[in-house]
């Protein structure tokens, strides 16, 4: 093995990282940092460092990395680290050796006396990978990994002198007890899978025995854990460790063809992306083949790939197809790897939506019941909505409250009004004000635009009930509007202005999996009861959620976009609650104008003024679009926005292309300046599309890129309806056929249940359950730093790859009727900026 210029090190088909990426400094164990291990093109194991217990958790102490060196004269990967707490500095140490790599932690003074026996060097497994295979120990036991947790568990009590933790996290441990699993195994020697050549690797401990632990015993997103304990009285060579992985020579990983899992439409570009390992000896020909009626394959098209181009890891070309235009069912084949089969026909996405809208949504509708058919998906939830966050909180999941509520409620009291409509923000339940706004700007205009009259629930407020696949006369767009205003207005009734967050007191409810209604006792807490008594709707259960009522300009703009753009979707079925909501929205802009809201940022976490003061602008400015499409061009508005115009400009990507949706409103020298503003976006555009492989924003950030693709998809197919002589519909098209298929590490789309292969392992609320709920969006891949891009199919505990989130469902029910209607033009519209003409030609 050998370092790497990026700084890792590598050999055919097998890879170690160290300190690549860091611990996060909010959500801390995000599963991706310290010593990482690559075999055969997968990510088996991370979070290689020394750790305080068998199985740590997420918010768990993690050490401090001091700085990380790539020595390669040595072949060998150092990380400095410590736990100032205790004192305790170390060198972690991968150095290449013959067959693998040693790993050694190497203290620069023995082992703190209060950390014996607790202090080990931690490597953790991915279970989807491992369980069901087998593991061996010194050649004398022998086990199987389990498909579920089932050792037995015993107490751990923390040392009365340890450091203090945060309170919630205090409150955590106490709740659910200081338990750690005994180990599935132990010895000096330990082989998992040896059955499987792809995952077999060996590891041998020189200083103590290897202790073999299933994390999933204490939280479902665990990982098996390999762990030996550093022993006392010795610094250098605390723990050593040797790694032998099973490499099959010359390996080299197979071609994956990205193409959309739902088709292509026949009159419009049709380009699958194939990503090869560099090492790989690429065939020159790919083809295409239709299923017949007898069930055989036949040869309809047969075209050579365009030369492989270099991107991070691996390779990428082309293979177009865009002149094969009948209708039927085709799958490709390139160098003995075969598609699923995908339609080409008009109407592939006219059924990409609805599963995101009437499923995913729907399940994620808070303080009501959902049912499907006999499945209750979740009871009436949070109906003890909500009580005042404490000032001075620094919560977790990066919530946070300063020395001014900015509420007329005392900490503690309960705020009436609040528990109606709303989403589950995510994964988890909390409710966050960007999301909700989003989703309801999202559908409003998605409504508007597309004449969106969907109806496939029956949504009661009153009842809090909602059923699917129950048509009721009222489109699904409609109803999710109006329950997301539900909850805007009663943030701004209750408390006089919307708040950012509606969240989980504790931890315990935070991880909380399952039936949204049994997380709190759906009764208003009162603190004279004792905590289980219960008095009609009140109790001494302190379970409700907390609203952290900060007044933030950012979501007063927030408020009034979504609402004005509410009031445009709901007339003509709520004319009432449309007047209320056009109201309000005209209230609160006309204060906020007159009277600004102070900029506020986290305490300890400093946002900079010049990018906080940039997202309140981007919000008014938003806020002002939407007030002058609801008001039929309101003159305050139409002012407003030609004086905000030449900054918005400048972020035409972020929120300054809404500028062509008030262009009916505004005079020709507006037009004129947003025309000059989309052709100097789209050239700049080009040019960022033009060095990544698959033409959309690439995702190089802690989180996958889903949304920003999503983004782009809605944003061009306006510019488009605008300048169609300026902007293709190919930008849109591409975007949705990222999501449903076209784009790195596999071909499975990005939408739960759309396409032939979906994502059907997520993070979403049921993820206990390993499994999906339909129409959900995934983030997708992120780089493991430095250069491995990762989406695991069949793992759904990854919040970062995996983790569903409102508003990239209904930002995807906009795109995707977007490509829709692109598609059921008369005609395709040609490209031709100097971009969009040459991926034309290289794709035609």
Same mark, same amino acid.
């Given at each position: ?26 959500? !801390? ?173 060996? @590891? ?7 202790? #073999? ?26 723990? !050593? ?46 083809? #295409? ?125 309960? @705020? ?49 009930? !909602? ?13 999710? !509007? ?40 759906? %009764? ?145 020298g507006f037009k004129h300046q947003v025309e000059t503003a989309v052709r100097s976006y789209v050239a700049e555009l080009d040019k960022q599309l033009a060095a990544t492989p698959f033409g ?18 809605? %944003? ?17 098209? %591409? ?31 049921? %993820? ?77």
């Open positions: 093995m050998q370092v790497t210029e990026t700084g890792y090190l590598a050999t055919q088909g097998f890879n170690v990282m160290l300190y690549d990426s860091t611990f996060h400094p909010i959500f !801390v164990d995000q599963k991706n940092t310290a010593m990482e291990m690559i075999l055969h093109g997968e990510r088996i194991a991370t979070n290689g460092d020394v750790r305080l217990m068998p199985t740590p958790e997420q918010w768990d102490l993690v050490a401090q990395l001091k700085g990380r060196h790539a020595d390669k004269d040595h072949n060998r990967l150092t990380a400095d680290l410590s736990f100032p707490s205790y004192q305790m500095d170390y060198r972690l140490e991968v150095a290449a050796e013959p067959g693998g790599v040693r790993v050694s932690v190497n203290l620069d003074k023995p082992l703190p006396e209060k950390l014996a026996g607790r202090a080990g060097f931690n490597l953790e497994f991915l279970p989807s990978i491992y369980m069901d295979k087998t593991y061996a120990a010194d050649g004398n036991a022998f086990g199987i990994f389990p498909r579920s947790p089932q050792e037995e568990m015993h107490k751990v009590l923390p040392s009365p002198d340890d450091p203090k933790k945060l309170p919630y996290q205090e409150e955590w441990d106490e709740a659910k007890g200081y338990t750690q699993p005994l180990p599935l195994v132990t010895g000096n020697n330990i082989t998992f899978a040896t059955e499987d050549p792809l995952h077999r690797i060996s @590891i041998s401990s020189e200083t103590g025995p290897l202790a #073999l632990y299933d994390g999933r015993n204490r939280a479902q997103n665990g990982w098996f854990v390999l762990r030996t304990l550093i022993p006392s009285g010795k610094s250098e060579g605390a723990v !050593v460790w040797h790694i032998r992985p099973n490499v099959i020579p010359n390996w080299t990983r197979p071609p994956m063809i990205a193409h959309s899992q739902i088709g292509y439409a026949p009159n419009f570009p049709k380009v699958a992306v194939i990503e090869l390992d560099p090492k790989f000896d690429a065939p020159k020909m790919a083809k #295409l083949l239709r299923l017949a009626d007898d069930g055989s394959y036949k040869p309809v098209f047969e075209a050579p790939i365009s030369a492989p181009k270099p991107w991070l890891r691996y390779a990428y070309a082309k293979f177009d197809f865009s002149s094969v235009k009948d209708p039927g069912l085709y799958a490709i084949e390139y160098a003995d790897q075969r598609t699923d089969l995908f339609p080409i026909s008009k109407d592939v996405y006219s059924r990409s939506w609805q599963s995101s809208l009437d499923g995913y949504l729907a399940v994620e509708m808070d303080h009501v019941s959902v049912r499907e058919g006999y499945r209750l998906w979740h009871g009436v939830s949070h109906l003890d909505d909500a009580r005042q966050a404490p000032p001075n909180t620094n919560h977790f999941d990066g919530a946070w409250l300063g020395p001014n509520t900015d509420s007329p409620f005392q900490p503690g009291q309960h @705020i009436p009004g609040l528990n109606v409509g709303g989403w589950y923000d995510a994964g988890d339940y909390d409710i966050r004000a960007e999301t909700q706004y989003a989703v309801i700007q999202d559908l409003a205009l998605a409504y508007k635009e597309f004449s969106l009259k969907w109806d496939e629930l029956t949504v009661d407020e009153n009842a809090r009930t !909602v059923e699917m696949h129950r048509p009721d006369g009222i489109p699904d767009a409609v109803q999710q !509007v109006k329950h997301g205003v539900l909850q805007v207005l009663g943030q701004i009734n209750s408390i006089g202005h919307p708040v950012p967050e509606i969240m989980e007191p504790n931890l315990r409810e935070y991880t909380h999996l399952g039936d949204a209604a049994s997380k709190t006792d759906g %009764r208003v807490y009162n603190a004279k009861l004792t905590p289980h008594q219960v008095d009609g709707n009140f109790s001494g259960a302190p379970d409700d959620r907390w609203a952290f009522t900060t007044k933030e300009p950012r979501l007063q703009y927030g408020s009034i976009a979504a609402l004005a753009a509410a009031s445009q979707a709901l007339k003509g079925w709520d004319d009432g609650l449309a007047k209320h909501c056009l109201e309000t929205a005209v209230k609160l802009w006309t204060e906020e104008q007159a009277h600004p809201t102070p900029i506020k940022s986290p305490p300890g976490r400093q946002t900079p003024q010049n990018f906080a003061e940039g997202i309140v602008r981007n919000e008014e400015w938003k806020a002002t679009v939407q007030l002058l499409l609801a008001t039929n061009g309101g003159q305050a508005y139409k002012k407003h926005v030609l004086e905000m115009f030449p900054n918005v400009e400048k972020r035409f990507g972020f929120g300054g292309w809404m500028a062509v949706l008030a262009l009916p409103y505004m005079d020709a959309v924003p690439p995702s190089l950030r802690t989180w996958g890129g889903a949304i920003e693709v999503i983004d782009l998809g809605a %944003r061009m197919y306006f510019l488009h309806k605008a300048f169609p002589e300026i902007v293709s519909p190919d930008y849109t098209l %591409r975007a949705a056929n990222y999501i449903l298929g076209t784009h790195p590490v596999s071909s499975t789309s990005y939408v739960s249940g759309v396409g032939t292969v979906s994502k059907l392992k997520a993070y979403g609320n049921n %993820r206990a359950d390993n499994t999906f709920i339909p129409g959900g969006v995934i983030p997708g891949y992120i780089i493991i730093k430095p250069d491995f891009p990762e989406c695991i199919d069949d793992f759904g505990f990854l919040w970062f790859e995996d983790e569903y989130v409102i508003d990239v469902a209904s930002r995807w029910v906009l795109a995707a009727n977007a490509a829709n209607a692109l598609v059921n033009q008369t005609q395709p519209t040609a490209a031709v900026s100097a971009t969009n003409t040459q991926m034309t030609h290289s794709q035609r």
